[in-house]
Nanobody, 124 residues
Framework: QVQLVESGGGLVQAGGSLRLSCAAS????????AGWFRQPPGKEREFVGGISRSGSGTYYADSVKGRFTISRDNAKNTVYLQMNSLKPEDTAVYYC?????????????????WGQGNQVTVSS
């Protein structure tokens, strides 16, 4: 059973940066496509971006494109979400997830394993 542990969230001012990490254990990390999702207060969980198994391909939601970068280190079983130029509307609980698909998918229900969630708050 794969377990995901997230770290790196917190409070930041608008325009600032944060990096989230998601460490996997209990499985072969490189077999999975990784995704990041977020759930703003009072809203449904939404796709932020994803990265292919090898790390060679990434895909982002329009709302974060050009500001957020996803990377992974398969030797460390870890995927990262670098968030720059943060805005108050980026405030949410952020989740990492793993999917057995060979392509990045944007649908929440298709992901097999989830992290515990990490609060990111951006103040204006």
């Amino acid at each position: 059973q794969v377990q995901l542990v997230e770290s790196g969230g917190g409070l930041v001012q608008a325009g600032g940066s944060l990096r989230l990490s998601c460490a996997a254990s209990g499985g072969t990390f490189s077999w999975y496509t990784a995704g990041w999702f977020r759930q703003p207060p009072g809203k449904e969980r939404e796709f932020v971006g994803g990265i292919s198994r090898s790390g060679s391909g990434t895909y982002y939601a329009d709302s974060v494109k050009g500001r957020f970068t996803i990377s992974r280190d398969n030797a460390k079983n870890t995927v990262y979400l670098q968030m720059n130029s943060l805005k108050p509307e980026d405030t949410a609980v952020y989740y990492c997830a793993l999917d057995t698909s060979v392509v990045v998918r944007t649908t929440t229900s298709l992901y097999d394993y989830w992290g515990q969630g990490n609060q990111v708050t951006v103040s204006s």
